[in-house]
C-alpha cells in the first residue's frame, strides 16, 4: 500500500495537481478511493478541486501564498489592493490576496486561506503583468501602472468620468503616494486605457499624465 512518504519522495513540489497523484497510485484499482482515505486522514489537502498539498509537517518550506493566489483560479495575476501595497503605493499593508483574472469573478475559501478574483475584460487584462521571483517559488503580479488601473476599474462606487475628479479620489480614498504615482511608466498607463477603451481610464492616463508633467 503506497502511503503518503512514498508519494512525497515521488513528488517533488509542495502542491501538485491531481493527475500527478494519480501517477503516483497507478497500482491502485480504485486510485481515488485511496485519495478519499489519504484526505480523511489529514495526510492530503485538498486546496480546491484538482490542486492538493501535503499536510503541514510533509511540506518542504512554507506555502507561498502569492503562488496560490495564481493557481487556486486562472488565469489571474495578483492586483487591485494587494498589489498597491505590495508596490508601496499605499500605505496599508493588504494581507488580503487580490487578484484579476479574464474569467468570472469569484471569492474562494480554502483550506490555505481565501482568494478573491475580480473579472477585467480579456484585453486590458494582458497588459502589465510580470513574474515576481521569492526564492523557489514564482508569481504573476501586476505593475504598479496595471494595478491601478485594475483598482479604478473594478471600483463601480468611483464614475471617474471627470479628470478633475481623479485627484481627490487618487489622494483621499485610495491613499496613493503620489510622488510613485508621477514616476509611472505613461506609456504602459495609455496602453491599458486604450486596451480597455474605457472613459473612465483615459481619463485616469490623462491625469496621470499631467501630473508627471508638475514642477
Known amino acids: 500500500m503506497v ?28 486510485p481515488r478511493d485511496r485519495i478519499g482515505r489519504l484526505l ?7 486546496i480546491r478541486k484538482g490542486l492538493y498539498t501535503f499536510a503541514e509537517p510533509l ?3 512554507p506555502l507561498c501564498r502569492e503562488t496560490l493566489a495564481n493557481l487556486v483560479h486562472g488565469p489571474s495575476c495578483l ?12 500605505p496599508e499593508r493588504v494581507a488580503a490576496l487580490t487578484s484579476v483574472t479574464p474569467g468570472r469573478s469569484r471569492r474562494l475559501r480554502t483550506p490555505v486561506g481565501e482568494f478573491t478574483y475580480q473579472r477585467v475584460p480579456e484585453r486590458q487584462y494582458a497588459i502589465g503583468i510580470t513574474l515576481e521571483q521569492t526564492g523557489k517559488d514564482s508569481f504573476l503580479i501586476a505593475t504598479p501602472e496595471k494595478a491601478l488601473m485594475d483598482k479604478v476599474w473594478c471600483d463601480k462606487r468611483f464614475a471617474g468620468d471627470k479628470e478633475t475628479a481623479f485627484e481627490p479620489y487618487l489622494r483621499d480614498d485610495l491613499r496613493l503616494d503620489f510622488d510613485r504615482l508621477a514616476a509611472f ?31
Open 59 to 61: 511540506r518542504r518550506q
Open 185 to 215: 511608466d505613461l506609456q504602459r498607463v495609455e496602453a491599458i486605457a486604450a486596451a480597455a477603451g474605457s472613459r473612465k481610464l483615459h481619463n485616469l492616463a490623462r491625469f496621470l499624465l499631467a501630473l508627471g508633467r508638475r514642477p
Open 3 to 30: 502511503n503518503t512518504n512514498q508519494i512525497r519522495s515521488l513528488i517533488s513540489e509542495d502542491v501538485f495537481d491531481y493527475q500527478q497523484l494519480l501517477g503516483c497510485l497507478a497500482g491502485y484499482a480504485k
Open 79 to 90: 492586483s487591485l489592493d494587494y498589489a498597491l501595497s505590495h508596490h508601496g503605493l499605499i
Open 40 to 46: 480523511r486522514a489529514g495526510e492530503l489537502v485538498r
